[in-house]
């Protein structure tokens, strides 16, 4: 859930996704969902080489065929990043235990 | 995955893990976000040929197989001139090791 | 089970070591990344900032691989492309 909360954040934020067959998309984040799926409003991907989406603005993209999304830095905080995953490790690693 | 809540009924635009485009009006969706299209077709595009739209009528896609659902800007489609727009095949997700 | 916590050793226990620190990590489609790593989770979801993604290639009728690279202030790396995670010190 760490990362679900995490992109919580960047909501109405703007970012750019690569997805695994290399198109990259810029837009402004409105929601997303457990399982990383993300829609954006107001896009741009370059139609030059793949036209395919010409005249779309909003896109609902699929979680599992994103490779990276890049923020901007300023948007973060790392600090915070590494507590949240290091307090994350910790409740999986005490579900184990806690599930025997 | 109530994000494609707000297309439903409007036209939209699918692209799929193995690459291809799909157009259509988007009927309906569930969790896993499986869809079904009505008035679909697919186009192809092509990097000499004029772009090719192949009717196909009521289409249902599986929701490992959708990359991106984007609603169409009606007005802007209908002011491209397709027969005058190339572009390349799009790549599958896979990335298989060559 | 009683050395567990912060002294186990299962295997997402080498990512955590690594939090602040410079990683490497291969991924799929023939792409390296190094950077300095914030966040991860047990899917190995993974956050980097000034990173270096590398990417490997080659052309056609050509059997010689060729490299380019792309740099990313800050990137989420989804954990189904990472193939491994390691000490960028290591490589």
Excluded: W
């Excluded at chain 1, 990259?24 to 370059?46: H, M, V």
């Excluded at chain 1, 699929?62 to 994350?88: C, F, K, M, W």
């Excluded at chain 2, 040929?49 to 009717?55: H, N």
């Amino acid at each position: 859930m760490l990362f679900f909360s995490f992109f919580k954040t960047l909501v109405d934020q703007e970012i750019t996704v690569e997805l695994k067959n290399d198109v990259e998309i810029k837009g402004t984040l409105k929601s997303i969902d457990q399982y990383l799926n993300l829609k954006l409003d107001n896009i741009s991907a370059n139609t030059t080489k793949y036209p395919h989406l010409i005249a779309v603005r909003n896109l609902f993209i699929r979680g599992s065929n994103i490779r990276y999304i890049h923020i901007n830095p300023s948007l973060v905080d790392t600090n915070l990043l590494q507590d949240a995953s290091r307090r994350e490790a910790m409740a999986s690693a005490g579900d184990k235990i806690g599930g025997k | 995955m109530s994000a494609l809540k707000s297309f439903l009924d409007e036209k939209v635009k699918v692209v799929t893990s193995d690459g291809r485009l799909f157009i259509g009006v988007l009927e309906g969706f569930d969790q896993s976000s499986n869809i079904v299209l009505s008035k679909s077709f697919e186009r192809i595009f092509s990097p000499t040929e004029p772009t090719k739209d192949l009717e196909l009528g009521s289409y249902l896609i599986r929701g490992e197989q959708i990359v991106i659902v984007g609603m169409l800007d009606d007005e802007e489609e209908s002011q491209t001139d397709y027969d005058k727009i190339h572009g390349f095949q799009l790549k599958d997700t896979k990335n298989a090791l060559r | 089970m009683s050395e567990s916590n912060s002294t186990s050793s299962e295997p997402l226990d080498l990512i955590r070591l690594c939090l602040d620190e410079q990683v490497f990590v291969k991924l799929r489609g023939s792409r390296e990344m190094v950077g300095k790593l914030h966040a991860y989770d047990m899917h190995c979801n993974m956050v980097l900032s000034d990173a270096t993604e590398t990417i490997f290639y080659t052309e056609q009728d050509s059997p010689e691989i060729k490299s380019r690279t792309k740099k990313s202030d800050m990137v989420f790396i989804r954990g189904d492309s990472v193939i491994l995670v390691s000490d960028a010190a290591n490589v």
